[in-house]
């Protein structure tokens, strides 16, 4: 199989290996990794991680797309964060302006990517927009990072087990 392009990774529709699920990586975070296949076939390195804080429920949920082909550095292709506890800042990135973004947002491939050096915008996606309308649960946030990401089978992935505090709060 030939070599595919980042371009031509991002655009494919792509579907998750197996059965993955939440692991707790620390005591702050739980943690998501798994493959990916396109046409069947699973493509080395391509990969979706997922991160959401132990301590927020329905908070702090991130999606991130990336290729790490071995022996080379890992490539950001795309990311969502749902709810998220810090403020991303974009700089002045043509064509969109100076932002500060508190909110649910995204960095698409399509802003972080430059046609014409074939390649990602330096840093770690630093171009995002504001997810509008805010998903108003986890599971319409996966819907979204499905239809964004193009990865068919994401709502497989099931909810962080979140500490559910009972009436008292504990």
């Given at each position: 199989?030939?070599m ?23 005591s ?11 046409d069947?076939?699973?493509?080395e ?11 927020l ?15 080379k ?8 964060e ?34 014409e ?20 649960s986890?599971l ?16 497989s ?14």
């Amino acid at each position: 199989m030939a070599m595919r392009t980042l371009l031509e990774l991002f655009e494919a529709q792509k579907t998750i290996v197996g059965k993955p699920r939440w692991d707790i990586r620390d005591s702050m975070w739980f943690c998501l990794s798994c493959s990916l296949d396109i046409d069947g076939v699973t493509i080395e390195g391509l990969e979706l991680k997922g991160g959401a804080s132990q301590s927020l429920p329905d908070r702090a949920v991130r999606f991130h797309l990336q290729y790490a082909p071995s022996n080379k550095p890992c490539i950001g292709l795309a990311r969502a964060e749902w709810r998220p506890t810090k403020t991303h800042t974009n700089r002045n990135f043509e064509p969109l302006p100076f932002a500060r973004i508190s909110a649910s947002h995204i960095h698409r491939f399509e802003h972080n990517w430059m046609p014409e050096l074939q390649k990602m915008r330096k840093g770690d996606l630093p171009v995002a927009v504001p997810i509008k309308p805010d998903p108003r649960s986890y599971l319409e946030f996966v819907e979204f990072v499905a239809k964004e990401f193009r990865i068919g089978g994401l709502e497989s992935v099931g909810r962080p087990s979140w500490f559910e505090a009972d009436l008292f709060g504990v």
